[in-house]
């Protein structure tokens, strides 16, 4: 029986269409099935017009119904994007959040969730840290060197990922070697005393792919702290950032019927910093006179299995994915230190299967284990949960023309019991004037963490977890055969029992909902075949509700006597890219974001405070001198806009870096 995947007809004439090679559609099976979950198979760089994380299944993106971004390889290469915030930053419902530079604490909100409502995954493996109080990815550990392809995967998305995915996805997949073995490597100078290198070695035999990667990042001289929040005589420290990763990817072909897959990263890091403390007699907060260092080791890790029948119209994967977390902090400032650990192991195992061209049914079952340990000055901590979810979806197409994906999942967490989730997202195209009409519906849940259920004075094991509701539909058009493209989307998601505290005990309690909604809106124009532009527009209005009588707490400022206006949340944002190949060995990239003023919390006396919003225009060039060598540069913040995001953290100004890449 064929494969969906490489059905003839429906992939050349989707590829003449949209001006994209059949080949490129036609990858075998084995190769495009991925992880919906916890454990993506890792497979081969898909083409750019191909996405993973809306189903789970590799799937031509102007197919897929669902909101998502893709940022590939190439463009972190043109960009000169060295970490994962950076990646992230210019993409549409998306505000990125970072105390400061390189290093500093960052958290993703997406269409106005809140920053823990983002399932994060790299190749497949949840990073989420269970020994944070909010269960999120701190997104500043990671760089983004040997990154193959950035998803990020918008509304909610229970149905298929479990916890967490109120918000939405994003799927980190790292490279795949490819072809004959080569070498790669860099270094790089520039301003904050930065000094980075990566050195990478990959390729592939007859049934081995391989890859290895070695990237250092180091900036020593980033203002952080504003000036007019120092007290008059105290040092105004910059914060210094040291990050070693290492990466391996390792993929074997036992047999035609029968792959391995290793996965593994490591990240070592170490970030020193102004904290804030509050000293007697008048107790009010300070910047500290000295820095404290915190210490972060990650290592994410996954093992798998992939077995495929029926002449590859079935393949079944199963595996174990892990992660482990340390996070120290030191110094002599006594209030911040303390060592968090957490840890997290997910067994799986799923099948897809093709049983019919254009028609599929994905399924799967995983069981999770998490845990956590802290100890501060002031109190101890240790704690574990589990879950175990079974999922199934349905994938397919009709007449060429209305593509559907729906997926339902079932949860049973050890803490509070069981849970249903769905998403159903039907697209429509109109081949004859370059038209899809898209929609989606889903719901989705965030379980308390482990520190909101069990930690000292604040915990509550009664707690429910978060739940959302849904939804949105757009379109998107196309003229002069792809070379002008836009489209629109609205989105709305209703989203309860949020976890706040309750102003008497001070416990964690379900107190509050909120509903967020909005637009997006791009425009791409390919003006000729070596100038492309793209702008991206995002309107998101969020508004939160406490029932009479409760404090709105830290998370959202007062707006009427039951209303607020969660923090963080700007209203507007756009993103503009510019991409020339000015000629055959000079590439050139422009980026323009705008941020609007959004309300946030002052960094020392937690006073709601309208924070500006800012603007900020990056460029980028690389030379290639030949195919061995390419010398590049960019400057970051061209005009040196001065800006707090969030208040009290200086976001670095203008910034030079340079430097020479080799590949062999």
């Known amino acids: 029986m ?41 497979v081969i760089d898909l083409p750019d017009l191909m996405v993973t994380s809306p189903t789970g299944i590799a799937t031509p993106q102007e197919e897929v119904a669902s909101s998502v971004s893709v940022v590939t390889a190439q463009e972190i290469e043109r960009k000169q994007l060295r970490t994962l915030p950076e990646v992230l930053e210019s ?108 050195v990478a070695l990959s390729g592939s035999t007859e049934k081995l792919s391989y890859s290895f990667n070695v990237t250092h990042f180091s900036s020593t001289d980033t203002p952080v ?8 005589g105290y040092p105004r420290n910059p914060s210094a950032y040291d990050n070693w990763t290492y990466s391996t990817r390792l993929d074997y072909e036992v ?44 290592f994410f890790t996954k093992g798998e299995g992939v077995w495929k029948a029926l002449d590859g119209a079935l393949e079944t994967t199963f595996g174990v994915s892990a992660m482990t977390s340390s996070r120290p902090t030191d110094g002599p400032n006594a209030s911040v230190n303390g060592d968090y650990n957490g840890d997290r192991q997910i067994y799986y195992l799923r099948s897809l299967y093709s049983f ?57 967490d050890d803490t509070f019991g069981d849970h249903t989730t769905l998403r159903i997202a039907p697209a429509f195209l109109i081949p004859e004037t370059g038209t899809k009409l898209k929609a989606s519906y889903g719901t989705g849940f965030k379980a308390p963490t482990l520190y909101q259920l069990y930690a000292p004075y604040y915990g509550n094991a009664d707690l429910k977890p978060e739940e959302s509701t849904g939804y949105d539909a757009g379109f998107e058009q196309e003229f002069f055969k792809g070379r002008l493209a836009f489209g629109a989307t609205y989105f709305h998601n209703d989203i309860t029992n949020l976890i706040s505290y309750d102003p008497v005990t001070y416990q964690n309690v379900n107190i509050s909902n909120a509903t967020t909604q909005g637009a997006e809106v791009f425009v791409a124009v390919k003006v000729t075949d070596t100038l492309k532009v793209r702008a991206d527009y995002t309107y998101t209005d969020v508004v939160g509700y406490f029932p009479p009588g409760q404090p709105f707490g830290a998370a959202c400022a007062p707006l009427t006597a039951t209303s607020c206006i969660p923090l963080r949340r700007p209203n507007d944002k756009v993103s503009v890219s ?87």
């Open 225 to 232: 702290t504003p000036a007019d929040i120092v007290p008059l």
């Open 2 to 42: 064929p494969s969906r995947h490489t059905k003839p007809p429906r992939g050349a004439a989707r590829a003449a269409r949209f001006l994209v090679p059949a080949a490129l559609l036609a990858v075998p099976a084995p190769a495009l099935a991925q992880s919906p979950a916890d454990a993506a198979a890792p």
């Open 255 to 298: 047999s035609d019927t029968f792959a391995v897959n290793f996965v593994a990263r490591y990240i070592d890091s170490q970030l020193s910093f102004t904290p804030d403390i509050y000293p007697p007699p008048t107790y009010a907060g300070i910047p500290a006179p000295e820095r404290s260092t915190s210490y972060a080791s990650m």
């Open 91 to 198: 993409l549409p419902g998306l505000n990125v959040v970072q105390t400061g530079g390189p290093g500093g604490q960052t958290s993703v909100f997406i269409r106005g969730t809140n920053s823990n409502h983002v399932k994060v995954l790299i190749d497949g493996i949840d990073a989420g840290d269970p020994s944070t109080p909010n269960g999120a990815f701190d997104f500043g550990q990671m760089l983004a060197t040997d990154l193959a392809r950035v998803e990020v995967l918008r509304g909610p998305q229970s149905g298929l990922y479990g916890s967490d995915a109120i918000g939405g996805v994003i799927s980190v997949t790292t490279k795949k070697g490819e072809g004959p073995a080569k070498a790669f490597g860099f270094a790089e100078l520039g301003s904050f005393g930065t000094f980075n290198q990566a």
């Open 356 to 412: 019919a061209p254009g028609q599929n049914v994905l399924a799967g079952v995983e069981r999770r284990n998490e845990s956590m340990t802290s100890e501060t000055a002031y109190t101890q901590m240790d704690a574990a949960t589990g879950n175990t979810g079974v999922y199934a979806e349905y994938q397919g197409q009709f007449f060429e023309r209305l593509f559907l994906a729906a997926n339902v999942r079932y949860d049973s």
């Open 578 to 664: 510019v991409n020339w190949q000015a000629t055959d060995k000079l590439d050139l990239t422009a980026t323009l974001i705008y941020v609007s003023s959004w309300w946030d919390i002052e960094r020392l006396t937690s006073n709601y405070v309208d924070q500006p919003g800012y603007t900020i225009v990056n460029i980028a060039a690389n030379y290639a001198f030949n195919e061995h060598a390419t010398l590049f540069g960019r400057i970051d913040n061209l005009f040196d806009e001065t800006y707090e995001n969030p208040n009290g953290f200086l976001a670095p100004g203008f910034g030079a870096f340079a430097g020479l890449k080799l590949t062999y």
